[in-house]
């Protein structure tokens, strides 16, 4: 298994990331535990959660993801495993949080209450990486930047990340971190695809655009902010012989439509190149490649 350092922290992880979305309610625990000691088996050591998960959010099931995890962590080394969560953003944001009521927020009352959750959940006492779900352009980013550097020097944090994040809202944080000395943000998790005409189209009301990705990548680049990458294959449908309509049938269609950007179809429509020109790879199957 390859591995990739997290930004300029200290932090190395397998470069592939295992997502946990739908332990809890596609995947039941036991499913669930089949996945993830498959994965740790194959030497992937970096799980990402979140405090919404499963998906779709429903305050009936928020944090069950982070409880399996949980469970399965219990019978493995807690250094052997990099463990990544996420606190959610405003609750006017793109997706209305499944926690706390769904009046969620990045301040330090909300971070500090869904990280002592997240932590009993998870069964740890710290959090590896753990990141902001989506952003709050509105507010100021020194009270989120200040409660998360908190929060690491009291060591119930090792480093923090950003998610669905633009350009703008990645650079004004690491000016914020480096002017006031707080801890910055080592990763961003966006939506990207190897598909260019799916590239940051694929989640209902995302923050970036269609060509969003590119500028992302360089600002990050510049800055040594290593990149988490999610939905690379468009939840699986990039690479699907789909039909005429761009959907699938039967229950993995009710299960994609559930999170679907009806923008996906028309991507998928105009242009099915994606799976070809992944099968050029040499040496790689598609799911590789992606």
Not at 80 to 92: E, N, Y
Not at 217 to 237: F, I, S, T
Not at 264 to 275: E, K, S, V
Request: proline residues 5%; aromatic residues 6%.
């Amino acid at each position: 298994m390859q591995t990739k350092r997290l930004g300029r922290s200290p932090i190395v992880v397998s470069k592939i990331c295992m997502g946990t979305m739908t332990f809890g309610n596609q995947a039941d625990e036991a499913t669930s535990f089949r996945i993830l000691d498959k994965a740790f088996d194959a030497g992937i050591n970096f799980f990402d959660a979140a405090e919404n998960y499963p998906v779709p959010p429903d305050e009936k099931w928020a944090g069950r993801t982070e409880e399996i995890l949980g469970r399965w962590m219990k019978g493995k080394s807690r250094d052997a495993i990099i463990m990544a969560t996420k606190v959610c953003g405003p609750s006017h944001g793109w997706i209305r949080g499944a926690q706390r009521s769904g009046m969620t927020a990045l301040d330090r009352h909300n971070i500090t209450r869904a990280l002592e959750a997240s932590l009993r959940r998870l069964n740890t006492d710290y959090i590896d990486l753990y990141q902001t779900h989506w952003p709050d352009h509105g507010a100021r980013y020194e009270d989120a930047l200040e409660t998360l550097d908190d929060l690491v020097r009291a060591g119930k944090i090792r480093i923090i990340g950003c998610s669905n994040e633009t350009t703008w809202g990645l650079m004004k944080s690491l000016a914020t971190s480096e002017r006031d000395g707080f801890a910055r943000y080592e990763t961003i998790q966006n939506n990207f695809s190897l598909n260019p005409p799916l590239r940051g189209r694929v989640g209902a009301g995302l923050p970036q655009g269609g060509d969003q990705p590119d500028p992302v990548l360089a600002a990050r680049r510049r800055r040594a902010v290593w990149q988490v990458q999610w939905r690379q294959a468009a939840g699986g449908r990039a690479f699907q012989q789909l039909p005429q309509n761009g959907r699938p049938s039967g229950d993995d269609g009710a299960a994609v439509r559930q999170r679907q950007d009806p923008g996906l179809d028309r991507a998928l429509r105009h242009d099915r190149r994606g799976g070809r020109d992944l099968r050029g790879h040499p040496g790689h199957g598609v799911e590789q490649a992606a």
